[in-house]
């Protein structure tokens, strides 16, 4: 019965997935029994017809499956079949009933059997059905003797793209790694007897002819399709000493690829690192490796190739490697002469977000503002906002205003309402470009849009689009944005965290005594109020302070100070050198006020248990921030506590700033700290000139 039920299967996927549907569903209502061959039959024969698989026919089949036997071959196909399958109750509980059979089968996996159930998992989610398969699966692959082909390195790695950073998932890694080292060495094994010179022999012409037969034959190094598919595979994994190793392994065979590599097999590459935060030198040995194959590369990108493999790129542009592989997709940009989609121009975009300081940049932005001049889609709201937000490590120049300008129509056009979190990125991206017409147009364009949100913002989201308005001076337009922005703060009802303060209020250090300000500052005060759970550190306190240098001693700048004064007062940790010059430079523009005098007491207390010596300009900016505060017994502690850094610090004091300084001590009413700060300051000051002297004969 079951044979004949396994060819009736066969001959209606023949004649179409149609014919192969209607057969299942009939087997599902008449509940016929299927065996684990049948079963492997109808999940393979649906590989590329997942509609067939419905959650009621996955549930039929699993529960068939329950009563039978199922071998490597039959779980490999079965695996196979699930290939487009989402995950659902249904796809888990038939991976569930196929892990069991796994553990139970004793037949040994080859490769392919082993590369197609892993394959089979690329639409799946991680959980512990998922797992169990994994965990049931490893020790197959473990003990699978034959050399993996190409393929199967390919297919097995490519089918964990959605598996998350799991043990288990790590631990298949680490396995299959284990597997492509093995092609390595076999590689290297043939490489090292093919050139081995040929020498008189009784019985042999030469030491080649009897070394031969020893060696496993054929090719075993990785074509660019199995490169592609297995660091794609590897994209919801972050830095993890499996993933660098597995590309520190694959870099091998990258060099010794036969055929230039696909574009698409760039791309996949490339995007498969887009969990990586960090470079390693198997990463940069990675990307010197994909950097000539890109060169030796013929095909044409398509926008899409780019797009995917500069969002991989997203957190690594850090190193002269990557930096590499931008150019090269600079030039592929160029030649690219297809229009670039509203996908292709959000993602490209975003991906730039670590290449701030690289020379390559500024090629890659023009290239860039040409397609998006170009392109006549609307981008949504998540494309505006991580087009901006790869802006955020660049700093203010041609190629960046131009970018901007391209991208303030797109956001004009814009007819989705922006979410909490484009609005955001958005903003935050432009936290180091200065204060220019390009960027008042940007923030004039999105102030509608975020009168027009209606969704509550987020603290992270609050303190990311206020801390994109550092570099932003008072104007109608930053004050018209602000004005907005100060009710999605009040409404706010989640709990704040330090960072999210600390950001907000590090972000209006440009913008300069005005109304909106101030109504800032009075909806932040509960919420600073309302942040019990978390311990304020040195940076939190420093940041916020740093923020208010252009604010004077109004009652709602006083209200905050009196809350930080408070937040200082409970952190224990030490306070850095560039912590301490911050949080007094903050009040540069502030008058004597008791809220004042509270936080100069607590940072009089941070600078004295500071062991970190601080530098001349840490001790300029300090005395800067102190400048109008008046005689006070807490100045004076101030002054007492910067006087030992001034001994200690072995920088050059001399210069318009500490003649300044002094002269503004001598006016003060006199006592022992004051002097005793203005006779540091002199003796330092002529050290350094006497030195500077020195030096220049």
């Keep these: 019965m079951f044979i004949a039920t396994n060819k009736e299967i066969i001959h209606a996927a023949s004649e179409g997935s149609k014919s192969l549907q209607y057969l299942v569903v009939q087997m599902q209502s008449e ?114 003797a034959e050399p993996f082909s190409s393929q199967a390195i390919g297919n097995s790695l490519y089918g964990l793209q959605s598996l998350g950073d799991s043990l288990e998932v790590k631990k298949v890694i680490r396995v299959i790694t284990d597997k492509l080292e093995h092609l ?76 230039p590599l696909k574009a698409q097999e760039v791309a996949n590459a490339l995007y498969g690192l887009k969990a990586q935060c960090k470079t390693s030198p198997e990463i ?167 009168e027009q949100c209606k969704e509550m913002f987020k603290p992270q989201a609050v303190g990311n689009a206020l801390y994109g308005l550092q570099s932003i001076k008072g104007s109608t337009q930053s004050r018209g944005l602000l004005a907005k922005l100060v009710p999605k703060v009040e409404q706010c ?14 972000g209006i250090q440009s913008l300069g005594e005005c109304k909106e300000v101030r109504n800032l500052l009075k909806v932040l005060k509960p919420k600073l109020e309302e942040c019990h759970g978390h311990c304020f550190h040195g940076q939190n306190i420093a940041n916020s302070l740093y923020g208010m240098q252009l604010l004077g001693a109004s009652e709602e700048a006083r209200g905050i100070l009196e809350l930080l004064a408070q937040k200082m007062e409970q952190c224990r940790q030490e306070f850095q050198a560039q912590e301490v010059a911050n949080g007094f430079y903050g009040l540069r523009s502030m008058s004597d006020a008791p809220e004042v005098r509270l936080v100069v007491k607590q940072l009089a207390l941070k600078t004295k248990q500071s062991k970190q010596p601080m530098k001349a300009f840490h001790i300029r ?43 503004r001590l001598k006016t003060m009413q006199a006592s022992p700290e004051v002097e005793g700060l203005i006779d540091a300051l002199s003796i330092v000051k002529r050290s350094s000139c006497q030195k500077e002297a020195g030096g220049s004969e």
Aim: charged share 20%; aromatic share 6%; net charge neutral.
């Design 284 to 450: 940069n040995s990675f990307f010197r490796a994909m950097t000539n194959q890109m060169k030796r590369c013929q095909e044409i990108f398509r926008p899409q190739h780019i797009a995917n493999a500069l969002f991989g790129l997203r957190w690594l542009g850090d190193s002269q490697e990557a930096q590499g592989v931008l150019a090269a997709l600079v030039e592929k940009a160029r030649d690219c002469r297809e229009t670039f989609d509203a996908q292709a121009i959000g993602n490209a975009m975003y991906g730039l977000q670590s290449f701030g300081k690289s020379p390559e940049m500024p090629q890659m932005l023009v290239v860039l503002r040409s397609k998006i001049e170009h392109s006549r889609s609307f981008l949504s709201p998540q494309e505006l906002g991580n087009s901006l937000y790869g802006l955020r490590t660049a700093e203010d120049c041609p190629e960046v205003q131009g970018i901007l300008v391209s991208l303030l129509p797109k956001i004009q056009l814009c007819k989705e309402a922006l979410d909490a979190q484009a609005i955001s990125n958005a903003l935050y991206g432009l936290h180091s470009l200065g204060d220019t017409p390009a960027v008042r147009g940007i923030l004039e364009a999105l102030t509608p849009k975020v």
């Design 184 to 259: 390595r060495e076999i590689e290297e094994t043939n490489v090292a007897v093919s050139e081995l010179p040929f020498l008189r022999s009784s019985q042999h012409d030469s030491l080649h002819a009897a070394v031969k037969p020893k060696v496993v034959q054929g090719s075993y190094k990785l074509d660019g399709q199995a490169i592609g598919n297995a660091v794609y595979g590897v994209q919801s994994i972050g830095d993890a000493f499996e993933v660098h190793n597995l590309l520190g392994v694959l870099t091998f065979h990258l060099e010794r690829v036969a055929n």
């Design 621 to 663: 900016s300090a005395l800067h921030g102190l400048r109008w505060l008046g005689d006070s017994d807490e100045v004076w502690s101030a002054f007492a506590a910067l006087t030992s850094k001034v001994h200690q610090c072995d920088d050059k004091f001399f210069g318009p700033a500490v003649e300044g300084a002094i002269a």
């Design 493 to 506: 009802t989640d709990p704040f965290k330090p960072q999210n303060l600390a950001n907000a209020l590090y």
């Design 31 to 144: 509940q016929r029994p299927l065996n684990g061959i049948n079963i492997a039959t109808i999940l393979h024969r649906s590989a590329w017809s997942p509609q067939i698989l419905s959650p009621s026919i996955l549930t039929f089949l699993a529960e068939s499956l329950k009563e039978h036997e199922l071998g490597a071959q039959g779980i490999g196909n079965a695996l196979y079949g699930l290939r487009a399958v989402k995950s659902t109750p249904a796809s888990k509980a038939l991976i569930a009933a196929i892990a069991q059979k796994m553990k139970d089968c004793l037949e040994d996996f080859n490769s392919q059997q082993i590369g197609n159930s892993l394959y089979g998992l690329q639409s799946q989610r991680d959980c512990k059905e998922v797992r169990e398969l994994l965990q049931a699966l490893e020790p197959k692959i473990i003990k699978c």
